[in-house]
C-alpha cells in the first residue's frame, strides 16, 4: 500500500476518535472555547516536538512564493471554517449539522478538480461518492425535526467551504516541512478562536479538564494535521479528501467501543460503503506519458528517477535528505499520483 495513503487513513483515525473524546470532555465548555483549546494544544504540542526533533529552534524553510497559501489554508481553515461551524450549530438540528458536514470532502474535491486541475477518473469519482454516501447514512437521525431558520445549515455549508479551500492551499505547501506547517495552523487558530471565545465570556477550565482536552488536541488535530499533510503531498487534495472522510465512521467506531454505545443499521451501510469506497481508490491505477516542468523546491527526498542532481555538500546516498534542488524537463510514462511531482494537466 501507499505510504501517503497510510498517512491518510492514519489522518482520519485519530481526527474520527478526537470526536467522541473531545465531546465527552468538553461537555461544560463553550463550543469556540473548546474548538479553541484543540487548536491550541495541537500548536504547542507540535511546536515542542519540532524543538526537539532540530535540537533548536530553525527557519520554516518555506519560500516567499509559499507564505501567501500556508496563511490563506489558516485563515480559512483555522479560524472562519471554525467561527462558521460554532454559529452554524447554535441554529441547526445536530443530525443535519453532522449530515452536511460531508460536504466537506466534496468541495475539497470540486475545488481540486475544477480550481487547480487535479486528475480524477471514473474510479476515484465513483470510490468518493460511496465514501460520502457512507457519512451521509451514519449521520442520518430521526432527531432533527426541529424547526430551524436557513442560516445554520448555511453557515456550516460556508465552514466546509472553507476547509475545502483550506485543504487545497495547504497542498501547494505540503512539499514543506510538515510540523512546522501543522504547528503554525494550531497556534494561530488556537489563540484567535480562545481569544474570541474569552471575549465572548467563557472561562478557562481547571488543570484537570485542559490537561486531557489539551492532549486530545495534539493527537487528534495536531498529529491527524501532520499526517494529513504528508497525505497532500502523496496524493494531491481529492484523494486525501476522500480517504479522510473515513473519520466519522472511525470516530462512530470509537464511540461504540470505548463508551458503549449501540450499534445501528446506519453503522453497518456507511461501513460497507466505505469499504468499497477505500477499495475503489487503493486499487486505482493511473499511468500515462507525461511532461516535468523545471522547478525548483525543498523536501525529504531520496535519489530516484525524479531526483537525479548534484549536491555541494557530503551525503550519505542510502538516506533520506532534505535540501532545496532543481528538477530538469523530463518525460517519462510510469502509474503516479498527483503528488508534488506530479501535478500536471490531462
Same mark, same amino acid.
Request: proline share 3%.
Given at each position: 500500500?501507499?505510504?501517503?495513503?497510510?498517512?491518510?487513513?492514519?489522518?482520519?483515525?485519530?481526527?474520527?476518535?478526537?470526536?467522541?473524546?473531545?465531546?465527552?470532555?468538553?461537555?461544560?465548555?463553550?463550543?469556540?472555547?473548546?474548538?479553541?483549546?484543540?487548536?491550541?494544544?495541537? /500548536?504547542? /504540542?507540535?511546536?515542542?516536538?519540532?524543538?526537539?526533533?532540530?535540537?533548536?529552534?530553525?527557519?520554516? /524553510?518555506?519560500?516567499?512564493?509559499?507564505?501567501?497559501?500556508?496563511?490563506?489554508?489558516?485563515?480559512?481553515?483555522?479560524?472562519?471554517?471554525?467561527?462558521?461551524?460554532?454559529?452554524?450549530?447554535?441554529?441547526?438540528? /445536530?443530525?443535519?449539522?453532522?449530515?452536511?458536514?460531508?460536504?466537506?470532502?466534496?468541495?475539497?474535491?470540486?475545488?481540486?478538480?475544477?480550481?487547480?486541475?487535479?486528475?480524477?477518473?471514473?474510479?476515484?469519482?465513483?470510490?468518493?461518492?460511496?465514501?460520502?454516501?457512507?457519512?451521509?447514512?451514519?449521520?442520518?437521525?430521526?432527531?432533527?425535526?426541529?424547526?430551524?431558520?436557513?442560516?445554520?445549515?448555511?453557515?456550516?455549508?460556508?465552514?466546509?467551504?472553507?476547509?475545502?479551500?483550506?485543504?487545497?492551499?495547504?497542498?501547494?505547501?505540503?512539499?514543506?516541512?510538515?510540523?512546522?506547517?501543522?504547528?503554525?495552523?494550531?497556534?494561530?487558530?488556537?489563540?484567535?478562536?480562545?481569544?474570541?471565545?474569552?471575549?465572548?465570556?467563557?472561562?478557562?477550565?481547571?488543570?484537570?479538564?485542559?490537561?486531557?482536552?489539551?492532549?486530545?488536541?495534539?493527537?487528534?488535530?495536531?498529529?491527524?494535521?501532520?499526517?494529513?499533510?504528508?497525505?497532500?503531498?502523496?496524493?494531491?487534495?481529492?484523494?486525501?479528501?476522500?480517504?479522510?472522510?473515513?473519520?466519522?465512521?472511525?470516530?462512530?467506531?470509537?464511540?461504540?467501543?470505548?463508551?458503549?454505545?449501540?450499534?445501528?443499521?446506519?453503522?453497518?451501510?456507511?461501513?460497507?460503503?466505505?469499504?468499497?469506497?477505500?477499495?475503489?481508490?487503493?486499487?486505482?491505477?493511473?499511468?500515462?506519458?507525461?511532461?516535468?516542468?523545471?522547478?525548483?523546491?525543498?523536501?525529504?527526498?531520496?535519489?530516484?528517477?525524479?531526483?537525479?542532481?548534484?549536491?555541494?555538500?557530503?551525503?550519505?546516498?542510502?538516506?533520506?535528505?532534505?535540501?532545496?534542488?532543481?528538477?530538469?524537463?523530463?518525460?517519462?510514462?510510469?502509474?503516479?499520483?498527483?503528488?508534488?511531482?506530479?501535478?500536471?494537466?490531462?
Amino acid at each position: 500500500m501507499n505510504l501517503s495513503i497510510l498517512y491518510a487513513l492514519a489522518a482520519a483515525a485519530l481526527f474520527g476518535a478526537s470526536t467522541p473524546l473531545a465531546k465527552s470532555l468538553g461537555l461544560n465548555l463553550s463550543p469556540v472555547l473548546l474548538a479553541g483549546l484543540l487548536y491550541l494544544g495541537s /500548536g504547542v /504540542g507540535l511546536a515542542c516536538l519540532r524543538l526537539i526533533r532540530d535540537r533548536g529552534w530553525k527557519p520554516s /524553510g518555506l519560500t516567499r512564493a509559499e507564505w501567501p497559501w500556508l496563511l490563506g489554508a489558516i485563515a480559512f481553515g483555522g479560524i472562519l471554517g471554525p467561527v462558521a461551524l460554532m454559529f452554524g450549530l447554535t441554529r441547526t438540528a /445536530g443530525a443535519t449539522a453532522s449530515l452536511m458536514l460531508n460536504l466537506e470532502s466534496v468541495l475539497t474535491a470540486v475545488i481540486a478538480w475544477l480550481v487547480f486541475r487535479e486528475n480524477a477518473d471514473r474510479r476515484i469519482v465513483l470510490g468518493m461518492l460511496a465514501i460520502v454516501l457512507g457519512g451521509v447514512a451514519l449521520s442520518w437521525s430521526d432527531g432533527g425535526g426541529a424547526s430551524h431558520d436557513w442560516t445554520g445549515p448555511f453557515a456550516v455549508a460556508v465552514a466546509c467551504l472553507c476547509w475545502g479551500i483550506d485543504n487545497n492551499l495547504t497542498r501547494k505547501v505540503s512539499a514543506s516541512d510538515a510540523l512546522f506547517i501543522a504547528g503554525a495552523k494550531g497556534l494561530i487558530a488556537g489563540l484567535v478562536n480562545s481569544s474570541l471565545a474569552l471575549y465572548l465570556g467563557a472561562q478557562i477550565p481547571g488543570v484537570a479538564q485542559l490537561a486531557p482536552i489539551l492532549l486530545v488536541g495534539f493527537l487528534g488535530y495536531g498529529i491527524s494535521l501532520v499526517m494529513f499533510v504528508l497525505a497532500l503531498r502523496g496524493l494531491g487534495s481529492a484523494r486525501t479528501g476522500a480517504y479522510f472522510s473515513t473519520a466519522p465512521f472511525l470516530g462512530a467506531a470509537v464511540a461504540l467501543l470505548a463508551f458503549g454505545e449501540s450499534v445501528t443499521v446506519a453503522f453497518w451501510i456507511a461501513s460497507a460503503l466505505m469499504a468499497v469506497g477505500v477499495w475503489l481508490h487503493l486499487t486505482e491505477r493511473h499511468a500515462h506519458e507525461h511532461l516535468h516542468e523545471a522547478t525548483e523546491h525543498g523536501h525529504r527526498h531520496v535519489h530516484d528517477e525524479h531526483h537525479q542532481h548534484e549536491h555541494g555538500f557530503e551525503w550519505d546516498p542510502a538516506q533520506p535528505h532534505s535540501h532545496v534542488h532543481v528538477h530538469s524537463v523530463m518525460r517519462h510514462s510510469h502509474a503516479h499520483f498527483p503528488d508534488v511531482h506530479h501535478r500536471h494537466r490531462h
